[in-house]
C-alpha cells in the first residue's frame, strides 16, 4: 500500500479545491497553521499608489491589529520592510523579517512608535504578483501569545512551499484591480509634503536619508544604499535636523509620519478579525 498523504499535502489540495471560492482564505490559513503555527495572520495587496489593501486578517490576540486602520495602513507602511519588497520587486517567495530589516531596525523609532506595540516578536511573509503593480505579502506572525520564534526548520518548510503559495495566491487574486500611475517615489513624496505643510525646503539627497532614517537604517547602511562615505551621511542628516529645526530621531519620526499619510482611506477588501484555528 502506498504511504498516505501528510496534513500539509491534504490542506494543499483543500486549498486548491477552495480556489475561487469564499472558503479560500479559511484552506489557506488552516495550511499555514501546519506548516508554521502562525499566532497571526494578514494577507495584504501593495499597489504602486495608494495604501495597502487588506484580503485577509487572524489573530488569536486582537492587539496585533489595534493600530493597523488607524496608523499602518494610512502611511506607516511605507516604513515597513515588507513595502520595501515591494517596491524592490523581490523574486516570489517567503521572506523572514529578520533577514530583510535594516541593521538599525530594532533602535528605530517606527519599530518603538508603531512595531514593538503590535507584540510582535517574529514573521515571515510569503511575496505573490497577481497581477502588473500588486504584490501581495501573506505574513505570518509570532507574537506575545506564544512569544516563540519561527525555528529554523519552519522558515526552511516556508521557503520550500513558497512557489506553492505564490501559485495559489496569484490565481485566487488574479481580479485584484491593477495599480494606476507609476511605482511611487516615496523620498520625493516626503519632500513635497514637507514642503507643502511645513514650508521645509529638502533637497533630493535630504529626503533619501530622513525615509532612510525613519526605515531604521544606520549610517554605514544609508551610505552603502546611497553610495555615499559615512561621513557625508553624517554631515547629510545635520542639515537634514537643521533645516527642520529638531535634534533626535523621535522628533524626526514624529514630523515625518503625518508627511506619509495618504489622503486616501485605505482599502479593504475582505478584512475581518477571528481567532486562529489551532
Not at 500500500?1 to 471560492?21: D, F, G, K, S, W
Not at 523609532?109 to 500588486?134: C, K, M, N, W
Not at 525646503?201 to 544606520?218: K, M, P, T
Amino acid at each position: 500500500m502506498p504511504p498516505l498523504p501528510n496534513l500539509a499535502e491534504v490542506r494543499i489540495a483543500t486549498v486548491i479545491r477552495a480556489l475561487h471560492q469564499p472558503e479560500f482564505e479559511a484552506a489557506l490559513a488552516l495550511l499555514f497553521q501546519t506548516l508554521a503555527a502562525p499566532d497571526n495572520l494578514i494577507c495584504l495587496a501593495y499597489r504602486d499608489a495608494g495604501p495597502p489593501q487588506v484580503l485577509h486578517r487572524e489573530t488569536r490576540d486582537p492587539t496585533v491589529f489595534t493600530q493597523l486602520e488607524s496608523t499602518y495602513l494610512p502611511g506607516a507602511y511605507r516604513l515597513d520592510p515588507f513595502f520595501e519588497l515591494h517596491l524592490n520587486r523581490v523574486a516570489a517567495g517567503a521572506y523572514r523579517l529578520t533577514d530583510i530589516a535594516p541593521d538599525a531596525f530594532h533602535r528605530s523609532r517606527y519599530f518603538s512608535e508603531y512595531y514593538e506595540q503590535t507584540t510582535l516578536v517574529d514573521e515571515i511573509t510569503f511575496v505573490a504578483y497577481p497581477a502588473p503593480g500588486v504584490t501581495l505579502n501573506l505574513c505570518l506572525g509570532r507574537d506575545i501569545s506564544s512569544g516563540r520564534l519561527f525555528s529554523i526548520r519552519e522558515v526552511e518548510t516556508c521557503q520550500r512551499l513558497a512557489p506553492v503559495i505564490a501559485a495559489l495566491s496569484e490565481a485566487h487574486w488574479a481580479g485584484l484591480s491593477r495599480a494606476s500611475g507609476p511605482a511611487e517615489d516615496t523620498a520625493a513624496l516626503l519632500a513635497l509634503a514637507a514642503r507643502r505643510q511645513h514650508g521645509i525646503q529638502l533637497s533630493a539627497r535630504q529626503a533619501e536619508v530622513a525615509l532612510l532614517i525613519l526605515r531604521g537604517h544606520s549610517t554605514v547602511s544609508i551610505g552603502l544604499r546611497l553610495g555615499l562615505s559615512p561621513q557625508t551621511v553624517k554631515v547629510f542628516r545635520k542639515q537634514l535636523y537643521s533645516r527642520c529645526a529638531i535634534s533626535s530621531q523621535a522628533e524626526l519620526f514624529a514630523l515625518m509620519l503625518p508627511l506619509l499619510r495618504d489622503h486616501a482611506p485605505p482599502a479593504s477588501g475582505q478584512a475581518f478579525q477571528s481567532g486562529l484555528v489551532d
